[in-house]
């Protein structure tokens, strides 16, 4: 007897076996003084910190060594490095690991002098441990029939993700369209998308993860500040939402139930795709200013084609679907740049599935109302035209976020108004965020706005 609906616990931590690990994370083991610094603590000396061997959680690190360095180095958190160590430990610590037994834990620490930044695509295989076509396929094979459905797409731009650009916070929101009356089928969704991934990625907490949402069963308001954090990339499925109900996410792709089956099998983590996963949400896509444009224009053009007015129902798509979905997919097929081949490939999806969604949805009246377009208040106007003000008073190309605070004070704006309208003005893709929320550029656009 086959028991469907049990996942086997698998979570990044508890791996303790190279075999467990990723191709470019076992690279990354086999390098001498290569890994993600790990801050332990730090004073106005030293920083002091471990190198983990993997940028998840895992038992992968030097459990017996600690590094120091001056704070003047200023050697980045969580980020990939080679060190240059002491050749000998600057101290050694004996740490009791039993008070009853004399048994002692040995702590060396080495000092670090210089540093060299590494690239996480420099330990990745040119050629992946699976194609694309059979990644697609592993993540939907208990579902005969999800091709009908677009069902492998869906799941692939919510389990890869977006990462955080200009339109705000990462990635991918989704709201099912179920049409077969089966009671369990949002469990079973739920569980495939589960079903090959770590623990961790059901973790909210996480930096990437992915949760289902029930507007039967959930809280939506006393969730949203999770969701609303620029510096993750949290996926999110709305399942049972009633027509009419007030939704607080924007939904960039529908995921269609109507023709996919549900069947059982046995097997359930499967390192293949597991590995595939890992990997490719190291990539965090370039854009220029040129893609950003193209991306602007041609997000105008497919929201008009697909806003579904003729279904009856009031239904809308994020304003920024198609720039999530066409990262999403630049992940998918491991690349570093966005271009505009992947921009097609999101807008031919994004197309196809929408519509698809919205023509079952004028006879099964499951997707609730979506309303995802934030207005620029006079105040955010206002703020839009100090940092236009600002760029060209000192020859700016980014603005400091203390220049625009100290504006902002001037014209009366508090501190809590001003990120705000800052986040709105990002989400409305009139501004763009530079050196982790710390400048802030305006777009082209923006300029027919505050003229």
């Given at each position: 007897?086959?028991?469907?609906?049990?996942?086997m616990?698998?979570?990044?931590?508890s791996?303790?076996?190279?075999?467990?690990l990723?191709?470019?994370?076992?690279?990354?083991?086999?390098?001498?003084?290569?890994?993600?610094?790990?801050y332990?603590g730090?004073?106005?000396?030293?920083?002091?910190?471990?190198l983990?061997k993997?940028?998840?959680?895992?038992q992968f690190?030097?459990?017996?060594?600690?590094?120091?360095?001056?704070?003047?180095?200023?050697?980045?958190?969580?980020?990939?490095?080679?060190?240059?160590?002491?050749?000998?430990?600057?101290?050694?610590?004996y740490?009791p690991?039993?008070?009853?037994?004399?048994?002692?834990s040995?702590t060396?620490?080495?000092e670090?002098l210089?540093?060299?930044?590494?690239?996480v695509?420099?330990f990745?295989?040119?050629?992946?441990?699976?194609d694309?076509?059979?990644?697609?396929?592993?993540?939907t094979?208990?579902?005969?029939?999800?091709?009908l459905?677009?069902l492998d797409?869906?799941?692939?731009v919510?389990?890869l993700?977006?990462?955080?650009?200009?339109f705000?916070n990462?990635?991918?929101g989704?709201q099912?369209?179920s049409?077969?009356?089966?009671?369990r089928?949002?469990a079973?969704?739920?569980?495939?998308?589960?079903?090959?991934?770590p623990?961790?990625f059901?973790?909210?907490?996480?930096?990437?993860?992915i949760?289902?949402?029930s507007g039967?069963?959930?809280?939506?308001?006393?969730?949203?500040?999770?969701?609303?954090?620029?510096?993750?990339?949290?996926?999110?499925?709305?399942?049972?939402?009633?027509?009419?109900?007030?939704v607080?996410?924007?939904?960039?792709?529908?995921?269609?139930?109507?023709?996919?089956?549900?069947?059982?099998h046995?097997?359930?983590?499967?390192?293949?795709?597991?590995?595939?996963v890992?990997?490719?949400?190291?990539y965090?896509?370039?854009?220029?200013?040129?893609?950003?444009k193209?991306?602007?224009?041609?997000?105008?053009?497919?929201?008009?084609?697909?806003?579904?007015?003729?279904?009856g129902?009031?239904i809308?798509?994020?304003?920024?679907?198609?720039?999530r979905?066409?990262l999403?997919i630049?992940?998918?097929?491991?690349?570093?740049?966005?271009?505009?081949?992947?921009?097609?490939?999101?807008?031919?999806?994004?197309?196809?599935i929408?519509?698809e969604?919205?023509?079952?949805?004028?006879?099964?009246a499951?997707?609730?109302?979506?309303?995802?377009?934030?207005?620029i208040?006079?105040?955010g106007?206002d703020?839009?035209k100090?940092?236009?003000?600002?760029?060209?008073?000192?020859?700016?190309?980014?603005?400091?976020?203390?220049?625009?605070?100290?504006?902002?004070?001037?014209?009366?704006?508090?501190?809590?108004?001003?990120?705000y309208?800052?986040?709105?003005?990002?989400r409305?893709?009139?501004?763009?965020?530079?050196?982790?929320?710390?400048?802030?550029?305006?777009?082209q656009?923006s300029?027919?706005?505050?003229?």
């Amino acid at each position: 007897m086959v028991i469907d609906d049990i996942i086997m616990p698998y979570t990044l931590e508890s791996r303790y076996l190279g075999a467990q690990l990723a191709d470019f994370e076992r690279k990354v083991v086999n390098e001498s003084n290569v890994g993600w610094v790990k801050y332990l603590g730090k004073n106005t000396e030293y920083i002091f910190f471990r190198l983990n061997k993997t940028p998840y959680p895992s038992q992968f690190y030097s459990k017996n060594v600690i590094y120091y360095c001056q704070a003047s180095l200023a050697i980045p958190n969580d980020s990939l490095v080679e060190l240059e160590p002491g050749r000998v430990p600057a101290d050694t610590r004996y740490t009791p690991v039993n008070a009853n037994e004399n048994v002692y834990s040995k702590t060396e620490f080495f000092e670090v002098l210089h540093y060299k930044p590494r690239s996480v695509t420099e330990f990745i295989p040119r050629k992946p441990v699976l194609d694309v076509k059979d990644f697609m396929y592993r993540l939907t094979e208990n579902w005969r029939h999800a091709e009908l459905d677009h069902l492998d797409k869906a799941f692939v731009v919510q389990i890869l993700s977006s990462p955080p650009r200009f339109f705000g916070n990462g990635g991918v929101g989704s709201q099912t369209l179920s049409t077969s009356g089966e009671g369990r089928t949002n469990a079973r969704l739920r569980r495939s998308v589960y079903r090959y991934l770590p623990k961790e990625f059901s973790n909210p907490s996480f930096y990437h993860s992915i949760r289902f949402f029930s507007g039967k069963s959930e809280n939506p308001a006393g969730q949203a500040s999770v969701w609303l954090d620029n510096d993750t990339e949290h996926s999110y499925n709305l399942l049972n939402f009633p027509l009419g109900q007030e939704v607080w996410m924007p939904s960039d792709i529908p995921t269609i139930l109507y023709n996919a089956q549900y069947t059982a099998h046995k097997k359930y983590f499967d390192p293949e795709v597991n590995d595939y996963v890992l990997t490719s949400l190291m990539y965090n896509p370039a854009l220029d200013e040129r893609i950003i444009k193209l991306l602007l224009e041609r997000e105008i053009s497919v929201n008009e084609r697909i806003r579904p007015h003729y279904s009856g129902l009031p239904i809308q798509h994020s304003s920024h679907a198609l720039s999530r979905l066409a990262l999403s997919i630049c992940r998918l097929e491991q690349k570093e740049k966005l271009t505009e081949t992947e921009i097609r490939k999101a807008e031919d999806w994004l197309y196809t599935i929408s519509n698809e969604a919205y023509d079952l949805s004028a006879f099964f009246a499951k997707i609730p109302t979506i309303n995802d377009k934030p207005a620029i208040t006079k105040i955010g106007l206002d703020i839009l035209k100090g940092i236009f003000r600002l760029r060209t008073e000192y020859s700016l190309d980014y603005v400091p976020k203390s220049l625009i605070l100290k504006d902002c004070a001037e014209m009366k704006i508090s501190e809590f108004q001003c990120n705000y309208e800052l986040s709105q003005l990002v989400r409305s893709a009139f501004i763009i965020i530079g050196n982790n929320g710390l400048e802030y550029k305006p777009l082209q656009i923006s300029d027919n706005i505050i003229s």
